[in-house]
């Protein structure tokens, strides 16, 4: 981050971009970050005080997620603010996504070398832009200096006792995701200079799809009481699957060459690498799904009504681990998906 005139005081920081419910709300409409603010009539009480009060709707379930992000681990050093902001809230979504849930509040701890104005308009639009497509109200948080790190934890609610968890396979169901596969991968290959496209159209999709990836929200609360099971794709299919499996006791097989995978991600890999990031990058918060067979073209119109595409990849057995087939031949998939300790 380069600096800027006047820095930021932690409180001015807090009042400026977050305390208002969207950022920049005191500013002139069109201005960078000026917006309208977003305010929930189930918080009592937001941001300025020790804690939040949050009044949760009869009947339902609190689902809670937290997700940490940091520079140069889970974002190439230098990247777009407004990325990093839409990034670190989309991760969370993502797994409120995964639970059928509807998502209303979140918490922001930030920490930052310095309190920089262009950066921090950068961030807080991408954040609140996010937050307020799903309905989402920053309500506290904490801000520090220090090597650039976001962690940011997500509150929503579901009817009780309908959440999705990874535990509720059958053997017989189909196992399905939404979406394409290993787009983000190829993102962020292409922008860390590992890879390279000749088709610049197709490579500015897969960047898009990196830097500002979509949770499936929408489907997520669509699918409860259709879908058995679901997980949200952050670790790649390769690392996720096995721990969807081992939830409902059961082992899993996968037809490789059912893997979607987009245009822009043909156009600029080969097949073979395609099918690596598919498995293994990870970054591309989509989400693993058990359906039984006969709820699957229910599921299918679901996702239609979306726009989003829903592809069965294999299945779900008795027994225990992983098995991967392409053209009804065995397949060695990679051995493990992203992890941060490896």
Sequence with gaps: MQGDQEPLGEFDLIDRYFASGRPGASGAPGTPGAQVANRRTDVILGIGDDAALLRCLEGSDLVAAVDTLVAGRHFPEGSAPRSIGHRSLAVNLSDLAAMGATPAWATLALTLPSAERSWLEGFSAGFMELAAAHGVELVGGDTTAGPLTISVQILGQVERGSAL??????????????????????????????????????????????????????????????????????????????????????????????????????????????????????????????????????????????????????????????????????????????????
């Design 165 to 342: 968890r990874r535990g509720g396979a059958q053997p017989g169901d189909v196992l399905a995701v939404t979406g394409t596969l290993g787009d983000a991968g190829a993102g962020l290959a292409l922008v860390t200079g590992q890879a390279t496209a000749e088709d610049r159209v197709a490579a500015a999709e897969l960047i898009e799809r990196f830097e500002y990836p979509m949770p499936r929200v929408q489907f997520g609360s669509s699918a409860r009481g259709i879908a058995s099971a679901a997980m949200d794709l952050s670790d790649g299919l390769a690392g996720d699957l096995p721990k969807f499996a081992r939830a409902s006791g059961l082992a899993a097989h996968v037809d490789v060459g059912r893997l979607p995978l987009s245009g822009a991600l043909r156009s600029s890999a080969t097949v073979a690498q395609a099918r690596e990031w598919a498995l293994a990058a990870g970054d591309d918060y989509e989400l693993l799904v058990a359906v039984p067979a006969q709820r699957f073209d229910e599921l299918a119109a679901v996702a239609s009504r979306l726009n989003l595409t829903f592809t069965a990849i294999g299945d779900l057995r008795r027994g225990t681990g992983i098995t991967w087939a392409l053209d009804g031949q065995p397949f060695a998939a990679p051995a493990r998906g992203y992890d941060h300790f490896r």
